[in-house]
């Protein structure tokens, strides 16, 4: 990707828990939580001299554990620190940043929406 969408300059990833309860017709549950994980070494677009800089690239938590950089998060209550988040504190923390920019379209509602659209699309083409 030519461009991630970045948060404190990290690559990151969520994982999202569907559960299919029925396929014809198709049901699912999205659940509302999930896991955010984030690379440990700030993003640098792709180049032959950083390639092979796994902290930077990968947000494999079996891979940044081991870096120096790894920061966990000690206090479950504070889920927006670290380099394992909650998902909702991830997604708001989208928002409130693209209401900075001054676009207020951007909002957790809207967020879940697209993550439902990517779960039923994905589920169909499979």
């Not at 081991?66 to 209550?77: I, K, T």
């Amino acid at each position: 990707m030519h461009k991630p969408y970045l948060i404190d300059g990290l690559k990151f990833d969520m994982r999202i828990y569907v559960l299919v309860y029925g396929v014809d017709p198709l049901r699912l549950f999205v659940f509302r939580e999930g896991l955010a994980r984030f690379a440990t070494e700030e993003y640098v677009g792709p180049f032959r001299n950083n390639l092979d800089n796994l902290y930077m690239h990968l947000t494999n938590y079996a891979i940044n554990k081991n870096s120096e950089n790894f920061e966990a998060n000690e206090d479950s209550a504070d889920d927006d620190v670290g380099h394992k988040r909650s998902v909702s504190a991830v997604l708001k923390h989208i928002e409130e940043t693209e209401k900075e920019k001054g676009n207020h379209n951007v909002t957790m509602a809207s967020l879940w929406a697209q993550i439902d659209d990517i779960a039923v699309k994905t589920l169909i083409s499979a």
